[in-house]
């Protein structure tokens, strides 16, 4: 596998159900000073201003704080290649997508992912489909992450080079829907942007494009040492336990009809986005089963796009 595991601690997460205004301090403040960015491609050709800031909750106002920590301290000593303590011992851990192992050059990455929320939204207490995952390549500091777990669906931003915890956390609700997505293939989908904003001390933004205003909002800004180093990934990542009366992973029952979307996955090189694929150091990789056998439709005709529908 390009990286290894992560994994996630039994008991997570009981994740905030409100939404809370934020600004940006500290290094968040180190915002990207050009005025503009590229719309995304399901908005259309041409620059859109950046704009205001994300609703969400940071820091201590994360109510799965605790457990948070905890995961990703998990995640961090796998990838230092030592054990971790308290891991769900039946919980499987299989992913697929497009990653990144061979790009070092990468300025920035982004994506459209599809997102839902209501009917259908929850996992067993425990698990967490992380579905779509998105990491930039070259040592960068922040993944943005649609997280399903037993409680409310979220768009978390990990922090990978600072305080090992997830920086800030966004409901996916009824107003995010509203605000911050479009109709993809029928679903509604946000686009993310996640860039290098300051080389000197290698601060990076996430961005999420507002479709009500036509504005880039930032998500979060980090800067610092990256634990993770040059990989990058756009994936279906599951931290998941099967059922014993089906052998199915749980999530392939309660998400039964529900389709998760990764579209135009770019990469940043010379200041230019462009599709994922082998010139770009693109490869496409899937572990073991993702626990729903034939009960899961994998489509993957390009590094570019991926698509798993739940049967």
């Known amino acids: 596998m390009p990286f290894s595991p992560r994994q996630v601690i039994a008991g997570l997460i009981a994740v905030a159900t409100g939404l809370t205004l934020v600004t940006t301090t500290g290094s ?25 800031v994300v609703p969400g909750r940071t820091g201590s106002d994360i109510r799965a704080s605790a457990e948070a920590r905890a995961a990703h301290r998990e995640r961090s000593l796998q990838r230092a290649g030592k054990s971790g303590q308290g891991v769900a011992a039946a919980q499987e851990h299989p992913a697929a997508g497009t990653y990144f192992t061979s790009q070092s050059e990468s300025t920035g990455i982004r994506a459209t992912h599809s997102v839902f929320y209501g009917t259908g939204e929850r996992t067993k207490a425990g698990d967490v489909v992380y579905a779509p995952t998105l990491m930039p390549p070259s040592n960068s500091c922040i993944e943005i992450t649609t997280a399903y777990t037993s409680g409310a669906p979220v768009v978390w931003a990990w922090d990978w080079c600072t305080t090992s915890n997830v ?13 911050y997505t479009t109709s993809v293939n029928g679903l509604p989908a946000y686009s993310v942007d996640i860039e290098k904003t300051n080389a000197g001390n290698n601060t990076w933004t996430a961005y999420l494009y507002n479709f009500r205003n036509g504005t880039w909002d930032n998500f979060w800004t980090k800067s610092g040492t990256s634990q993770i180093g040059t990989p990058g990934w756009d994936v279906f990542e599951l931290y998941v336990t099967r059922d014993p009366s089906t052998g199915r992973g749980y999530f392939c029952s309660s998400m039964g009809g529900r389709t998760f979307e990764a579209r135009s996955i770019q990469v940043r090189l010379g200041g230019t986005y462009q599709d994922a694929s082998s010139s770009t150091g693109a490869s496409y990789y899937r572990g073991q ?3 729903c056998g034939p009960g899961l439709q994998w489509t993957q005709n390009n590094l570019a796009n ?3 529908a739940v049967r």
């Open 306 to 308: 991926w698509s798993a």
């Open 28 to 52: 968040a403040a180190q915002a990207d000073a050009r005025p503009t960015l590229p719309k995304p491609a399901v908005a259309g050709p041409g620059d859109a201003p950046l704009g205001g």
């Open 167 to 179: 920086a800030k956390e966004t409901v996916i609700n009824a107003s995010f829907v509203s605000t």
């Open 289 to 291: 089963d993702l626990t």
